[in-house]
Nanobody
Framework: QVQFVESGGDLVQPGGSLRLSCAASGFTFSSSTMNWYRQAPGKEREWVATITSRGTVTNYADSVKGRFTISRDNAKNSVYLQMNSLKLEDTAVYYC???????WGQGTQVTVSS
């Protein structure tokens, strides 16, 4: 059974930082591209970042480029999202997922507020 478990979300002030983690199971993680997505209140879910299976290529949405960094540890079946210089508009539930599967995790809430 494919599963994604996100963690690390919190309430943070504008300009602050957070590191999200995602533990994956039920498939060959080391062979899978991984994505982070987010869904803000009242908005559709949007793609945030991608990392290829070996971590050699990363891509980011324009809205987070230069502030967020995606990384992975294949030995731990985990993918991470380091978020710096957080803005109010980064408030959302964040999800990780492999595009090869339909499953979604429960997400982790990030709230940026003063």
């Amino acid at each position: 059974q494919v599963q994604f478990v996100e963690s690390g979300g919190d309430l943070v002030q504008p300009g602050g930082s957070l590191r999200l983690s995602c533990a994956a199971s039920g498939f060959t993680f080391s062979s899978s591209t991984m994505n982070w997505y987010r869904q803000a209140p009242g908005k559709e879910r949007e793609w945030v970042a991608t990392i290829t299976s070996r971590g050699t290529v990363t891509n980011y949405a324009d809205s987070v480029k230069g502030r967020f960094t995606i990384s992975r540890d294949n030995a731990k079946n985990s993918v991470y999202l380091q978020m710096n210089s957080l803005k109010l508009e980064d408030t959302a539930v964040y999800y990780c997922r492999s595009p090869a599967f339909a499953s979604w995790g429960q997400g982790t809430q990030v709230t940026v507020s003063s």
